[in-house]
Each structure stands twice: as structure tokens, then as C-alpha cells.
């Protein structure tokens, strides 16, 4: 699996700002923050749930991945998806960081992709209280 991912009941902005929260507990800013809903609209006409795209990053994190492997950053930041499920749910979604570190092949990036995995899932269970 390249992610996992929890389904919670709420109102979506503010379970955006609740995992834009949460990930801040973490270590985690957001450097970019894409409306795929609101994009989708203006350059296709195509209407579709609220959807939203959390680039997160743990700068300490980063800085030592980039220095163990200097093009990681093409594997940067660690996406989090934020949509809209058909049943009203919100899906909040988390890249695993373990198995996309684990692409390059690096047995020293192994222990980082389990500490930022883990930091991920104390997002994510935060989010289902």
C-alpha cells in the first residue's frame, strides 16, 4: 500500500483545519495546500466533491532525508488528501512515507520512513476521536 486513511463525520473545512492542527502537533507545516474541487471547477467546468491536497512537511525530517539522499525531494512532501466521500463522510488520507522512502533503496532511510510514518498515524488517529 502507498497510503492509509480514516473516514470521520464533520464538516469539511473544519476537518481540514482540524488535520492542518494535528499535524502541527506533529512537527508538520503545510507548504502547499491545493483546492482540487475549486481547480477542477475553473479550468474544466467539472463539478466535484470538496477535495483538497496537503502537501505537509516536517522540516528536521526533510533535512535529514535530503541529506542521506539528495534527490528525495522529488518524493516531497508527504501528501495529505482531504475529500469528500459519497455518503457525506470525510476521508482524510495520509502517503506512507515508509513505502515511498523504500523506493529509493536506501537502508538508512528505512528508520526516518517509519518515524514520519508514525507521526502520520498519530495525525490520523487524532483526527478519528
Do not use: W
Not at 477542477?40 to 483538497?52: E, Q, T, V
Not at 534527490?71 to 469528500?84: A, F, M, S, T, W
Not at 482524510?92 to 512515507?97: A, L
Request: glycine content about 10%; aromatic content about 4%.
Amino acid at each position: 500500500m502507498y497510503g492509509f486513511k480514516v473516514s470521520v463525520t464533520g464538516k469539511f473545512n473544519e476537518i481540514v483545519d482540524k488535520t492542518i492542527e494535528e499535524l502541527k502537533k506533529e512537527g508538520f507545516g503545510v507548504l502547499a495546500d491545493i483546492d482540487v474541487q475549486g481547480t477542477l471547477k475553473a479550468k474544466l467546468g467539472k463539478d466535484m466533491k470538496p477535495y483538497r491536497i496537503l502537501g505537509a512537511c516536517n522540516p528536521p525530517l526533510a533535512h535529514q532525508a535530503i541529506e542521506m539522499e539528495p534527490d528525495i525531494g522529488l518524493l516531497l512532501p508527504c501528501n495529505v488528501i482531504v475529500r469528500e466521500e459519497n455518503d457525506g463522510k470525510i476521508c482524510v488520507g495520509f502517503m506512507d512515507p515508509k513505502a515511498v522512502l523504500g523506493m529509493v533503496q536506501k537502508k538508512e532511510l528505512d528508520s526516518l520512513g517509519t518515524e514520519v510514518r508514525s507521526r502520520l498515524e498519530r495525525v490520523r488517529d487524532a483526527i478519528s476521536k
